[in-house]
């Protein structure tokens, strides 16, 4: 066979594969592959400009992930900074049957129940980068997700949801005690209280309240005594509020 021959073959059957997809992607139940616009496109790619978050986009660059801080310490995100005027209404794995699964957080209130602590400022519970800041859905109201290394140099997330505002922005750094939010009633679904977790991963995934297997969920009391670093009564300032107070860019 001659080579010319070969080279016309090889083309005609590239031609026909290129054809065979352009084909199936029209007459695939997806439909066809949605365009991004050009604000979108824009955006580093885990960071979509849209809210919900796009599943194509579900892990984070090599940009973002050089941009998480290490966290020296992590403390409570609601009450005082020993954690002290709040309760565990549902604590992390708690079999809810009325919700078809275990609890993937803790449910944080204020000592007052009910909607005595709507309003009441949330704090990021360490050192972070905001990886998410939105409304993925009504039930979930507005959540806010910091991406932390813990001191040992591993990913952890933590997860602040069913907030009535958020006070952060995507791809801004919190100070651990920086606001990320205020506590909310998810748009009147529940009382108001903080939905919060804390999850070993390397990308945004929401994911869901209640579930039947606990995938990268940590419980988060657990967590943050284990990686408290302090004394119970022991207080020390951020890293990051630090900085930020010395450029005149105060943290709370």
Aim: charged share 15%; hydrophobic share 40%; glycine share 12%.
């Amino acid at each position: 066979m001659s080579k010319n021959l070969t080279f016309l073959l090889t083309l005609v059957i590239a031609a026909g594969m290129i054809g065979f997809r352009i084909w199936d992607s029209k007459n695939s139940p997806g439909g066809s592959i949605e365009s991004l616009g050009l604000q979108e496109g824009g955006a580093a790619l885990s960071m979509p400009e849209r809210d919900p978050v796009d599943d194509r986009f579900h892990f984070l660059s090599a940009w973002q992930t050089v941009q998480i801080p290490r966290a020296v310490r992590f403390d409570p995100p609601l009450g005082s900074e020993h954690s002290a005027l709040i309760y565990n209404a549902q604590k992390f794995w708690e079999m809810n049957e009325k919700r078809g699964g275990h609890h993937t957080g803790d449910d944080l209130n204020g000592i007052g129940g009910m909607n005595t602590d709507l309003g009441d400022p949330v704090f990021a519970a360490a050192d972070g980068l905001v990886i998410f800041a939105g409304e993925p859905s009504p039930g979930w109201g507005n959540v806010v997700v910091l991406a932390h290394t813990t001191p040992d140099g591993k990913p952890l997330h933590s997860m602040y949801a069913h907030m009535h505002e958020i006070l952060v922005n995507i791809g801004q750094l919190v100070p651990r005690g920086g606001k990320v939010g205020t506590v909310g009633t998810s748009n009147g679904f529940y009382p108001a209280h903080l939905h919060f977790e804390m999850r070993t991963s390397d990308g945004v995934d929401i994911g869901a309240g209640y579930a039947m297997h606990p995938l990268n969920r940590l419980d988060p009391t657990a967590t943050l005594v284990s990686l408290r670093n302090a004394a119970a009564d022991g207080l020390s300032p951020s890293p990051l509020g630090v900085i930020a107070s010395s450029t005149g860019n105060p943290s709370k």
